[in-house]
């Protein structure tokens, strides 16, 4: 399952530092207004989903992609992420 996460993460790395032509993945990395409005877009379509009781886990799943995709384009580590997390146990 999390290897599922790993491998948007580094999807995301390599195609930032290895664009291909035409890639979506690529558009959101290059253009941060479309991975921001992406990531709103998806949020707001989870809710209602969830909601409605339709979709939930394809919606939920357009949301983690979408957010890995916006994370990378604004250089915002994972693992900064994971240790700011941990620092939250109680």
Known sequence: MLNTLE?????????????KENSYTNKLLSDKSLSKEKVLEEINELIEAVE???????????????LIMYLEANNIKIENVMEELEKRKK
């Not at 409605?52 to 357009?62: G, I, P």
Request: charge should be positive.
């Open 7 to 19: 491998n948007l993460f580094n999807l995301a790395r390599e195609r930032k530092n290895s664009p």
């Open 52 to 66: 409605k009781d339709t979709n939930k886990v394809h919606e939920a799943a357009d949301v983690f992609y979408h």
